[in-house]
């Protein structure tokens, strides 16, 4: 699922973890694009996820 993932070309780092989900996933969305429907169609549609947490960050001051 990992190199599907990566080979989408949409994620900029992409991590394998320990504990509750298998991997971690950092992408950059166009301002502007919606974040759930980016990650339904784009990341969530990918064979073998099965789900998804979304965390948004934004930059301190």
Request: proline share 2%; hydrophobic share 45%; net charge negative.
């Amino acid at each position: 699922m990992a190199d599907a993932i990566y080979k989408t070309e949409l994620v900029s780092e992409l991590y394998s973890t320990s504990g509750d989900w298998d991997l971690l996933l950092k992408i950059y969305i166009k301002e502007g694009d919606e974040v759930g429907r980016f990650v339904n169609e784009k990341i969530a549609a990918i064979p073998g996820i099965e789900r998804s947490l979304t965390t948004l960050t934004f930059t301190a001051f």
